[in-house]
């Protein structure tokens, strides 16, 4: 499983709109409605707040990995942004996130699911991939980035 296979150009935002977790999560999952990946976005964002209210994605080191179960996708669907200044994402360190990659999988997906999150950790687990993804102007660069962390962390 490689996480390019899944996280196209398209669904990479340069620069997180938003002030709230509400309004970054509503203006993600909308370039997904706008790609037609889903089709009912207060649906989809209504499971991100539940997931939300049992615990912050903003896992801590500047990230953020707001992840779904849902019937609203068939496959794994990924969506990524950054923001270089940082944003309040209620993170479990408390400090502000620079990268956010929100996962949806399939409601009946969970070994995939898990999978996904494991090598998303362990891609974001250096912290010199952190900082360059944070900094990316493109969506070019953000592939770049991931397809050379893929290849060292297998």
Avoid: W
């Amino acid at each position: 499983m490689k996480i390019l296979d899944d996280l196209k150009p398209a669904r990479i935002k340069i620069g997180i709109d938003g002030i709230s977790k509400t309004e970054i999560l509503r203006d993600l999952l909308s370039v997904l409605v706008e790609q037609n990946v889903i089709n009912d976005l207060e649906s989809v964002l209504a499971e991100f707040l539940e997931r939300e209210a049992k615990g912050s994605t903003g896992i801590g080191n500047g990230i953020a990995i707001p992840h779904v179960r849902t019937e609203h996708v068939a496959q794994l669907e990924y969506l990524f942004a950054n923001s270089e200044e940082g944003i309040d994402f209620e993170s479990l360190d408390g400090e502000p996130v620079r990268i956010v990659l929100l996962m949806m999988a399939p409601k009946d997906s969970h070994g995939k699911h898990i999978k996904a999150l494991a090598k998303i950790s362990r891609i974001l687990n250096d912290e010199t991939t952190r900082v360059r993804l944070a900094r990316a102007k493109s969506a070019e660069e953000v592939c770049h980035i991931f397809e050379e962390r893929e290849a060292e962390v297998g």
